[in-house]
């Protein structure tokens, strides 16, 4: 069975940094594409990048484009997000997804059939 668990949220002054990371657990990574999304408070969830299998397609949203930086390592079955210049408006809940097994990256949350439980990321001063 497909388990995803995000960590490395956190409270962070608007420019910092955040690395959050998304163990796979009960599959091999490298099978999956993986994707990162955001919901705040009130607002949907909003699908923030996306890496392929053998990370030859990456994909980010016009808001954190040249800030964000996802990459993984699918000999530890782990994918990051490294988070940089940190806006208050980054501020949500981060979830790592993953879609079917051999599936491609995709901007549409209903194209992922596994989710993480989140980790919460708030920017403040």
């Known amino acids: 069975q497909l388990q995803l668990v995000e960590s490395g949220g956190g409270l962070v002054q608007p420019g910092g940094s955040l690395r959050l990371s998304c163990a796979a657990s009960g599959f091999a990574l490298d099978n999956y594409a993986i994707g990162w999304f955001r919901q705040a408070p009130g607002k949907e969830r909003e699908w923030v990048s996306c890496i392929s299998r053998t990370s030859t397609i990456i994909q980010y949203a016009d808001s954190v484009k040249g800030r964000f930086t996802i990459s993984r390592d699918n000999a530890r079955d782990m994918v990051y997000l490294q988070m940089n210049s940190l806006k208050p408006e980054d501020t949500a809940v981060y979830y790592c997804?993953?879609?079917?097994?051999?599936?491609?990256?995709?901007?549409?949350?209903?194209?992922?059939?596994?989710w993480g439980q989140g980790t919460q990321v708030t920017v403040s001063s």
């Open positions: 997804a993953a879609p079917k097994e051999y599936y491609y990256c995709a901007e549409y949350s209903s194209h992922f059939t596994s």
